[in-house]
């Protein structure tokens, strides 16, 4: 099975060199079942050659980098059909779900895997304690009472 499998977002984070555990992790098994991995990358350079070897992720059948057309219109296009050569392309995995979604409508099979990049809410800067689940009952009862209030009311103008 030929896989494309874009690198960042998956196995390196987008922002720093941190690898992705659950990716890695993916990655490996995959090349343990010698699948033909294609590895995608917004940036082929010295620094991503070194970092695959420092992870020690050997394997992958090539590592090309997203055609630049590709990067500006959030595709895969011409990047896929770079990879059409050596064969079809069996599942993209990708952690874009726009991207996604165009290479599905486009007829490839897409696996999107979506890693949230804080591992707890309460760690995002945006993050607003919010209500327990019980209080959000409370709301919610309230909420449904006024609106049945609501409505009577209308019955009765009517």
Known sequence: MNIALVIE?????????APIPTGIALYKALVDVEHRLFLLTENRD?????WLKFMYLPGYIGLEEI??????????HRSLNK???TGPVDLVIDPDPARCADTFEHGYTVMPMLIPAFARPHWRPDYNATPRPWQQL?????????LAVQ???????E
Do not use: N, Y
């Open 151 to 157: 409505a009577a009311r209308r019955e009765e103008q």
């Open 83 to 85: 990879l059409r050569v």
């Open 46 to 50: 010295a620094l991503l050659l070194d």
């Open 67 to 76: 055609d630049q057309v590709d990067q500006i219109s959030g595709t895969l």
């Open 138 to 146: 409370e709301i919610e009862v309230q909420r449904q009472r006024e």
């Open 9 to 17: 977002g998956i196995m390196k984070s987008p922002v720093s060199e």
